[in-house]
């Protein structure tokens, strides 16, 4: 008990406790005592009441400090989308196009290598690149991506090819993942983004994706990456047709793959964007517009207190919730802001407005807003920079035009 109170008294020595049940109080006593929740404990924790809440924020913010301190990461990256033409017909999906459509897209290597020169002269240590599976493009030219890229920037990171990606270019090149993954990483593929997971309960998965990349493909691919020593994210996009009962599902998938491989960096809540989704506009009265508020604090604290000891970094989306969101979740189990991303599409694609760019030096001013201490870290969270607190950051203008808009206007 006396690692209990010592436990109590760091999260602010308030009564935590205090009108909980007797359920979630067991739960959250033994995630002090180092137990991870059950798969039936993490659902339990989804379905709190207000009061039941306040005490999961309370723990998740502990386990936050206890992993990370005070400390705030992000990271200097540029997001290069180099096709959005995709034949795959997935119902959320917002950003594909079909080639013949207004705004279809397909540009050079040249031009992908040109983007990643400008962002490396804007100081990125990463790009993050991921298309459309367009029904034209080669094999091959995931391994030519990474052959121009590391010919020009050696020492860019390139965190690439979401597990979608990897299935298509092994399929269209005949080679196993195994073979396919270990050629890319040879070629410079440094890292991989976990996204195309969406939800892993098979039932859900399967209606949002038609099942064309079903959930045991993914484990599959996302393990054989881990086991090359590629490590990559985790993500799950909540808010559609779902329930706790499949995010706790899809959670608990993902904490197997790590207690397997160790191979996940962070995990990265990603807020379903309805306003120009097909999922929601063909089905208004099926899909819900999204998660809610209480929706999105659960689903970061949840993810802290069930990936403690594990996953030892949670991420924001400000692209889905903005920079305002994004702060205030930084006293709720979340210890990293991403990337300043320069360009953005998938969310704006989706509908959101919440830009395509924050700076570096708005990222220290957002996380110095929340009395944290700013941390540039890299892809594989080495910490690069310290800011302290006097230090004035002078950085470059926003890459793309923001028409008058300030996404840290809440702090004016």
Known sequence: MKDLHTACILVDQEEIFTDVSKDIRLILE???????????????????????????????????KKVNGDNVSFVINRNINFTNVCYMGCKFCGFAKRSDEAGAEWISLDQVVKRAKEAWRRGATE???????????????????????????????????????????????????????????????GSMPGTAAEILDKQIRQQLTRNKLSTDQWVEIIKTAHNLGIPSTATIMYGHIDAPRHWAIHLDTIRQIQTETGGF???????????????????????????????????????????????????????????????NLLSMGVNDLGGTLMNESISRSAGSNNGQE??????????RSASKIPVRRNTLYKTLKTYNTLEVISGDEPLVSREGRDPLSFLH
């Not at 995931?142 to 597990?163: G, M, N, T, V, W």
């Not at 089905?283 to 604290?301: I, K, Q, T």
Request: net charge neutral; aromatic share 10%.
């Open 358 to 367: 924050i700076t570096e030096g708005e990222m220290v001013k957002i996380i």
């Open 127 to 189: 790009v993050c690149i991921q298309g459309g599976l367009h029904p034209k493009l080669p094999g091959k030219y995931y391994r030519e991506l990474l052959i121009s890229l590391k010919k020009e920037l050696p020492e860019l990171h390139i965190h690439a090819f979401s597990p979608f990606e990897i299935w298509y270019g092994a399929k269209k090149m005949k080679l196993s993942y195994s073979d396919f993954l270990q050629d890319l990483k040879e070629c410079g593929l």
């Open 30 to 64: 033994n995630c002090l005592k180092e137990k991870l929740p059950s798969l039936n404990d993490i659902e339990r924790l989804f379905l709190t009441n207000e009061k039941e809440k306040r005490a999961v924020l309370k723990i998740a913010d502990f386990l936050r």
């Open 265 to 327: 960096t962070e995990f990265v809540p990603l807020s379903f964007v309805h306003y120009d989704s097909p999922l929601f506009l063909e089905n208004p009265a099926f899909v819900r517009p999204g998660a809610s508020e209480n929706e999105v604090d659960l689903m970061h604290a949840v993810s802290r207190i069930a990936f403690h000891g594990l996953i030892d970094n949670v991420q924001v989306s400000w692209t889905k919730l903005g920079a305002e969101r994004a702060r």
